[in-house]
């Protein structure tokens, strides 16, 4: 099954598909909007590179200045060149993909892209290999600030592996930050092997509740939505084969913290400094909580760990400890952006 659905994706992606434009569904296409700031990097961008673009979403969290980051599934590079950016001539971004065809257009532009962004040298590197297998591609234990992904783990075979092989090369306290496609249910056996619908981010989806209990199992117990929608697919031949199943983009943030698995109160608060030079007025954490400069907000113990134990320390003072308890933290009255839902002890 590994090797089988390994040579469709290459095929599908090296072969079958010569640009994003020869896609049959909108699945592995990004539909939000981006900051001026990454409009304007796109734009010093090769057009090659954005041609043979297929992502889902925007893995692209603040304050990345001099990290160390790892694409998974890289492509021909988009993201890493416009992360290569954002990280400034101090950072790394290492990319990672199987597929030679975009390799090679990948590692076409590393001159020009260092010269279109002022820097010396090249800041990036593009490895062949596989996600579930890291260590082959030379990444070391404990390595990376941060690993993001665009809308490739669900073409993956072995997704336990790949998170395992995440929390394994991310520094205490790194992040995870990735877009994928995900299912409202799960997708029946016979739709797994179509490779028509695997190349097209579908029928290699995670039902949504069967990846929290993944990610759980590799040590991630709160993981944060950034944004969600719902695809439409747009193709009625692809959708009767779906047979009913929605699919969503979403955008998910996790951390390698020992955090628990329900948000519980501590009466702790967290203020904003606004000291993020990229977000001075505001600072979002994701869809449930945006800190407004020098305001102080309640917070559960898991948000009040990512904030104070991950590289965003800097910019919030935390007050409280984890002393006193107070029971499971009430996320509909403390998180007013969240929709009304039965609260479940859970940001």
Not at 13 to 42: F, R, V, W
Not at 93 to 99: E, F, L, N, Q, R
Not at 102 to 118: C, H, I, M, N, T
Not at 186 to 195: A, S
């Amino acid at each position: 099954m590994s090797n089988t659905t390994h040579s469709n994706v290459q095929e599908y992606y090296g072969t079958t598909l010569s640009g994003s434009d020869d896609l049959k569904t909108n699945a592995c296409c990004t539909d939000e909007s981006m900051s001026a700031e990454h409009k304007e990097i796109l734009k010093k961008i090769a057009p090659e590179i954005l041609d043979k673009y297929y992502g889902c979403g925007i893995p692209l969290p603040t304050a990345l200045e001099g990290l160390n980051v790892l694409d998974l599934g890289s492509g021909t590079g988009r993201d890493v060149y416009l992360i290569s950016k954002l990280v400034g001539e101090s950072g790394h971004v290492t990319g990672i993909d199987m597929t030679d065809q975009q390799l090679d257009v990948a590692r076409k532009y590393q001159s020009f892209q260092a010269e279109a962004f002022g820097y010396k040298t090249s800041n990036v590197s593009f490895k062949k290999g596989y996600i579930e297998d890291l260590t082959s591609c030379g990444i070391k234990d404990k390595s990376m600030d941060l690993v993001v992904s665009n809308c490739v783990i669900n073409l993956s075979p072995d997704k336990a592996a790949v998170y395992k092989e995440i929390i394994r090369v991310l520094k205490p306290g790194g992040e995870l930050y990735f877009s994928d496609v995900f299912s409202s249910s799960r997708v029946p056996e016979h739709l797994t092997k179509d490779p028509v619908l695997h190349g097209e981010c579908l029928s290699g989806a995670m039902y949504i509740e069967d990846f929290r209990r993944l990610l759980a199992q590799c040590g991630v117990n709160d993981c944060r939505v950034m944004s969600k929608r719902r695809l439409t697919i747009e193709n009625k031949e692809i959708e009767e084969k779906l047979d009913g199943i929605d699919f969503y983009s979403i955008t998910v943030r996790g951390f390698k913290l020992e955090l628990e698995d329900r948000c519980e109160d501590f009466g702790q608060t967290a203020r904003y400094l606004g000291n993020d030079k990229e977000n001075k007025d505001k600072f979002i954490l994701d869809n449930n909580h945006t800190f407004h400069s020098r305001k102080p907000k309640l917070v559960c113990g898991n948000t009040a760990d990512m904030l104070s134990k991950t590289r965003f320390k800097t910019y919030f003072e935390i007050v409280g400890n984890q002393s006193s308890h107070f029971g499971l933290f009430d996320c509909e009255e403390n998180c007013p952006e969240k929709s009304p839902q039965k609260s479940t002890g859970c940001c």
